[in-house]
């Protein structure tokens, strides 16, 4: 099992800057691949980037602006955003699995609880 835990939402206004941090504790490993997901209300939940031994992929709509990282020491993984949009307004989830490397959200094994980003124009 694997337990994961977001923070680092808040309230920011557009153009600012905002870093969420994913801890896991548990059975964790490097192996992991470790990815972001967000939903706003109404809408699908939507994959943002994820991190493997092997590379990151971001989203075309963050692709530039976010920047994904992580410190397998810390067990933690970081998603720092900049140049933040009203259109990323979100609750940010942290997923991880072994298995799968996708951006389909359904893949992935292991959920965070979230954290709210909310950026005001």
């Known amino acids: 099992q694997v337990q994961l835990v977001e923070s680092g939402g808040e309230l920011v206004q557009a153009g600012g800057s905002l870093r969420l941090s994913c801890t896991a504790s548990?059975?964790?490993?490097?192996?992991?691949?470790i990815a972001w997901f967000r939903q706003a209300p109404g809408k699908e939940r939507e994959f943002v980037s994820r991190?493997?031994?092997?590379?990151?992929v971001y989203a075309d709509s963050v692709r530039g602006r976010f920047t994904i990282s992580r410190d397998d020491g810390k067990n933690t993984v970081y998603l720092q955003m900049n140049s933040l949009k009203p259109e990323d307004t979100a609750l940010y989830y942290c997923?991880?699995?072994?298995?799968?490397?996708?951006?389909?959200?359904?893949?992935?094994?292991?959920w965070g609880q979230g954290t709210q980003v909310t950026v005001s124009s």
């Open positions: 991190t493997t031994l092997t590379g990151t």
């Open positions: 548990g059975r964790t490993s490097s192996r992991y691949t």
């Open positions: 997923a991880a699995d072994l298995l799968s490397s996708g951006t389909a959200w359904r893949e992935y094994h292991y």
